[in-house]
């Protein structure tokens, strides 16, 4: 891409996010006893009307050089709570997980708008996860382990997202005041001896901390039998469902569960 295009993408992503033309999708996840759906995970999508979907790999980094993650990243937060508490109100409780940048972590407005918009809803808070991952987390710990902490006090879940990829250390899962451990996928879809152990390492730990383990990524039925049979607890990816338009999610709800 050169300049030109970007500095003109990077102008209509700015006009995108203030006109509300960033929108959200929902990916199910199911529990792996029952084959249920219990959670959704909210995706950010953007339809560029002449370039057509522009993914979120290169539309949220941009946002977040360019200082409209907080405004994007509040907007999901806010379809995502109030999905969650429809969802709730109309009898079939779905846990609601929003990814939250680093530099969203860091914004004191971040927090409170949290906290004000759940109550302000009424959603029980054990409805709504915050997705975060372990590398940004190391840029500022002191602070960011306080503020995850407070969330934690105040009944929201914390997931630790993308664990195996990269440079992730199972101690690391212990010291933060996390509810989950997201295994991405180049865990789930790898199927060598090793991996299966760092995956049966991680169950071990998560059930001593009483920590919630989801694989992600899971593409194939070998894959889900396989995170299934090591104890992972629920299971995200295009075997169960790709993201979905909020209509298409809630009609999946009426399905029957998911064949275990
Ligand atoms: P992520 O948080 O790890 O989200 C999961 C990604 O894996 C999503 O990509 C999802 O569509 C994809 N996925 C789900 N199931 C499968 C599968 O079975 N196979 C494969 N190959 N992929 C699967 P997506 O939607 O392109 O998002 C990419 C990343 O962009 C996300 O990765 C997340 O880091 C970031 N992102 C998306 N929306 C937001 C947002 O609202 N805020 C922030 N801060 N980041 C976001
Ligand atoms: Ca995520
Ligand atoms: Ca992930």
């Known amino acids: 891409m050169t300049l030109m295009d970007d500095t003109t ?5 700015r006009r995108a ?3 509300g033309q960033i929108t959200a999708a929902y990916q199910p996840q199911i529990d792996l006893a029952s084959g249920r759906i219990v959670a959704a995970e909210v995706l950010s999508r953007w339809y560029h009307p002449r370039l057509g979907a522009i ?3 290169t539309f949220i980094p941009m946002a977040e050089e360019d200082d409209l993650i907080i405004e994007l990243g509040d907007s999901m937060l806010g379809e995502g709570s109030s999905c969650a508490i429809d969802w709730f109100e109309r009898g079939t409780p779905i846990e ?17 708008r949290l906290v004000e918009r759940s109550d302000y809803l009424q959603l029980p808070h054990g409805l709504l996860t915050v997705e975060i991952t372990e590398s940004q987390v190391i840029s500022d710990m002191p602070f960011v382990v306080r503020r995850l902490e407070r969330l934690r006090e105040l009944g929201f879940n914390i997931a630790i997202d993308d664990f195996g990829a990269g440079h992730s250390s199972v101690s690391r899962v212990v010291e933060l005041p996390v509810t989950e451990v997201k295994l991405d996928l180049s865990l789930t879809q790898n199927s060598s001896p090793a991996s299966s152990a760092l995956i049966a390492a991680v169950v071990k730990i998560a059930a001593a901390r009483d920590l919630r383990v989801v694989a992600e990524g899971v593409e194939t039925r070998r894959q889900l039998d396989r995170v299934r049979s090591i104890g992972c607890d629920r299971a995200q990816g295009y075997l169960i469902a790709k993201p979905l338009s909020r209509d298409d999610f809630e009609a999946r709800l009426d399905d029957a569960p998911f064949a275990l």
């Open 9 to 13: 993408l990077r102008s209509e992503l």
């Open 96 to 112: 609601v997980s929003v990814n939250v940048s680093a530099f969203q972590l860091a914004a004191a407005r971040f927090f409170e």
């Open 17 to 19: 996010v203030i006109g």
């Open 55 to 57: 993914s979120p790999g």
